[in-house]
């Protein structure tokens, strides 16, 4: 690791002449507002928060920071869940909340460029107007920009893809302030090395997202929702593979686990039984469409021996059914007072999903540990939330954590389906990559052979 | 450039020795059939070709050449129209022929490992019995490893997108023999910096694809054809904007332009008048899907001044109406006795399209050229024909492929959508990529700093 230096009042005046006084704070507040993700991990202060508003702004702060070899680190709007955007060697972070505009929308093309710092929601409330949506959805209101960085994906993602699927074109600033722009506003393109893939999930660590033009999809004017419950995991997987394979392309795929459903009815009276529950949406042009696709799963469902089966083409119903899903995360934190939580991810291939799962439940039932499991079926895809009260309980889902993340791998799977590497699953990188790690540390270090771009991050040492 | 070394009597020792005697080979005849490919640049022979039939093989080869600095080619089955598997500085050239195996099929998965010299056909044969297919099809029976070299799409990639969006996992040889894995069976990955598309679309200039893992899809149960002409390309054009728009999600979207349509009709009395024709293909998995689907497009087509409109949703009465665009290549060689073509190929966003095409028809008036137009509508992507007889014809089209890849880059496309940069689109790397050819450039020092791999290729100098 370089030695970096620290911010002296003379890098706090070259930033102000940069962005401007007003965009750059050394106030602890605000700092500490930038210092933690919604993850576990421990908080850290930068020494300096700027707020550009462009791209040449975001140009000058690398600048600077590259002379100086100070560390820079990316800040959307703090709903990452691995820590990516935590300064943990302090230096400047880089708030992107005032760079928040759509540049342009181009409804013909399905697409809009962006700056990074806008919400997505915000955005899709935007686009609505033009009948068009920014697909990937990870929950909360996050920002294209931490998006991109990440690769965040969400429930739309076993029809729409990721968010490196749905991004055609991206400005970035490198490590000494260069802008260069990656991709095409062409949907194909084979034309030199794709840097665009390069960047994206590359948590800041190569360059910082200045830019994006994203792909929009037109908004479904049709969805029907259907809630199936299984006797068994087994089963539930059977159901998503045999959906899948039928050509009826889910917009949506969700696995509800038993205790997730027992825990959601006990507390809040939620219509489900204790059985592995799936969620499941579709998007059509056509009533007719949509009609036959919901038969076409009922059929499936019974088939593998459904318990249960609803479905529904209404839009209130559509809400009410999909309620536990939507809001399972606030029920479990609810109901469980006094309760931190900690949120792992891994993901598999399809086939492998009830032996993951299977493992999970092993591991609950010979350590007595509570925990729930909720997942993006239709992607291979599962999240355990484990609640803790104090450190000890806390280590323990650490342990928990590090022996799921090694059946996943041992699976076939990753390390992270799409909360990141950050600093939570840095330790998994060797194992889960071999001899490709090496050269994602070349690549990092031809791009940023000062590393100062958002160190401590995906690597180790 | 390095000053490579000869293929000497030693090299082709150790070559037989890594790869076994009679994968090993200098006969004229066997260097000739692997020293061009189906377009229009010089053919070059290898010093020495090999036949590898594992990974192991390919390594050694790469560990052999990465010591005596010699160039390594990689050669699938010669489709290419770029000239990107033409050994142009000779050296050796690794032939895929014999490594052709499914390695694996993992149908609940939807996936398949295979081994790069299969072609696309032959796999999709295979697979069909199992109800799946891997979708990118660019009409010859190109490879694996070509297609993913070149990150090959083709007509339906309106739907199920390019190579690259249909690969997970690929084994890759480094230029000094290392093998490593990149991406993962796993759909989702959120792990680490995307190596996968890395490595994809670069031509084998950063790496040797050695194994492939595939995303496959379900063979759609029903698929219908439409075919409209229109008065106008933007008429055409508002017809794609407009069904894409409507969320009916076309597995193809194909335009032939007025002058491709009169040769058709002239020469083999083809039903097509002489207009701007849209061909358009749809997937479902229902009947009544396919009908709605049909009802909406005949809708927006005659809303849009369709001059003609036929559908069908039978599969021999399917056949007939594409039949003018599934051969429309032989045809037009069959139609001018004696002329060699050139096939250029640029894409741009879609709503730039009638004004790229329109570029091309004043460009054809302005010099009485004679070009065809043939392209993949829904991707913003056109094939420009150009036949020729002799040396000076030839020099006309360069100097029109030229002015049409600057009007793409303009327009903001690219100067290729889906054929490679290879020899012929070097040249406008510069101006397409501008700052980010450097980072190209340092990333290909850093993973292959003897530049042995597949010298000449996408970088000029």
Request: proline share 4%.
């Amino acid at each position: 690791m370089s030695a970096y230096q620290p911010v002296t009042p003379e890098i706090i005046s070259a930033l102000q002449a940069a962005v401007g006084a007003d965009a750059v704070t050394t106030a602890q507040a605000e700092l500490e507002l930038h210092s933690k993700d919604q993850s576990h991990h421990h908080a850290h202060l930068a020494d300096v928060l700027v707020y550009p508003t462009t791209a040449e702004h975001v140009s000058s702060v690398l600048r600077l920071a590259h002379e100086h070899l100070i560390p820079v680190t990316a800040w959307g709007v703090g709903t990452g869940l691995e820590g990516s955007a935590i300064p943990v060697y302090g230096g400047i972070s880089i708030s992107f909340e005032k760079m928040n505009q759509i540049v342009q929308v181009y409804a013909d093309d399905f697409q809009v460029t962006v700056q990074p710092g806008i919400g997505h929601k915000d955005l899709n409330a935007i686009l609505a107007r033009q009948g068009l949506f920014f697909a990937p959805d990870p929950g909360a209101n996050a920002t294209v920009g931490g998006m991109l960085a990440n690769n965040a994906a969400g429930i739309r993602t076993v029809k729409y893809g990721a968010s490196k699927d749905n991004v055609l074109k991206m400005q970035v600033a490198l490590a000494d302030g260069t802008l260069i722009n990656v991709g095409s506003r062409s949907v194909k393109q084979s034309s030199g090395y794709d840097l665009l893939h390069l960047f994206v999930g590359s948590e800041g660590t190569l360059g910082i997202i200045t830019e994006a033009t994203l792909k929009l999809v037109p908004v479904p004017s049709l969805m029907s929702a259907v809630v199936a419950a299984f006797e068994s995991v087994d089963a539930a997987v059977e159901a998503v593979v045999a959906v899948r394979g039928s050509g009826l392309d889910p917009a949506a795929l969700e696995l509800i686990d038993a205790a997730h459903c027992r825990m959601l009815r006990m507390t809040e009276n939620v219509d489900l039984s204790d059985h592995p529950t799936l969620f499941m949406e579709f998007h059509a042009a056509h009533e007719s469409t949509l009609r036959s696709g919901l038969d076409a799963v009922k059929e499936i469902c019974e088939e593998l021996g459904a318990i249960s089966f609803r479905a529904t083409t209404d839009p209130a119903e559509r809400r009410q059914l999909w309620h536990a899903r939507h809001h399972s995360y606030e029920i479990m934190v609810r109901s469980h007072p006094g309760y931190q939580f900690f949120i792992m991810d891994v993901a598999v291939p399809i086939s492998a999903y009830p032996a993951l799962i299977g493992y999970v439940e092993h591991l609950k039932q010979e350590t007595g540990i509570v925990a729930y499991m909720i997942g993006h079926a239709g992607d291979g895809n599962i999240h355990v939330e484990f609640p803790f009260a104090d450190q000890d309980e806390y280590e323990r889902c650490m342990v928990m954590n590090g022996l799921i993340v090694e059946k996943a791998l041992e699976l076939g799977g990753t390390s992270t389906g799409e909360h990141g590497v950050g600093l939570g699953k840095a330790r998994y990188m060797a194992k889960e990559h071999g001899g490709a790690l090496d050269v994602m540390r070349a690549i990092k270090q031809t791009l940023d052979p000062k590393g100062i771009l958002n160190p401590g991050k995906i690597f180790i040492g």
